[in-house]
């Protein structure tokens, strides 16, 4: 036997993350990029009759229905004035199979996020567990960016509804 101490594990290496960060009103969220199908500007949204809160109605997106979804209910955050006037950007979101638009005010920018500067969601902010955690973005000062659990906000988005067979996959 050996005496003397163990040498240290080497720490990981760092992960860091690709995100799009979009804002809404004065709140900013990212969403990780390998889950952002696309993001259309001024997204043409036609309503549906009978939609649940939260569903502003479907718009196309290449060759298939997508439900568009107001970011602000999502995320109990107020959008700025304009969106739902034929403004906003539909960030076109990937959980699985099913894809979904949720309408922000503004796609502003890619962000890579070192996971070693995220932070623990503040205890009593996010309910419904849609949040994966904070970090102060590069460039933002001292504003907090939200990191989206994409996942999380889908089946927030599509609880209760019963989805049609391809209709919004």
């Not at 001024?42 to 439900?67: F, H, I």
């Amino acid at each position: 036997r050996v005496s003397g101490s163990r040498p240290a594990l080497a720490a990981p290496p760092p992960v860091t993350e690709l995100y799009l960060v979009a804002r809404l009103g004065t709140e900013c969220f990212a969403f990780p990029a390998r889950q952002v199908e696309e993001v259309v500007d001024a997204p043409r949204v036609s309503w549906v009759p009978g939609a649940p809160d939260g569903l502003l109605g479907q718009m196309r997106y290449r060759d298939r229905t997508v439900r568009a979804y107001a970011a602000g209910w999502l995320f109990g955050v107020q959008p700025a004035p304009e969106v739902g006037t034929g403004s906003g950007t539909a960030v076109i979101l990937r959980a699985g199979e099913l894809r979904v638009a949720v309408v922000v005010d503004d796609a502003e920018d890619l962000q890579l996020v070192p996971w070693e500067t995220v932070r623990a969601v503040p205890v009593g902010t996010d309910p419904e567990g849609i949040l994966r955690g904070v970090c102060f973005a590069a460039g933002r000062g001292p504003d907090l960016v939200s990191l989206v659990r994409v996942d999380a906000l889908v089946a927030r988005a599509t609880a209760g509804e019963a989805l049609v067979s391809g209709s919004a996959r």
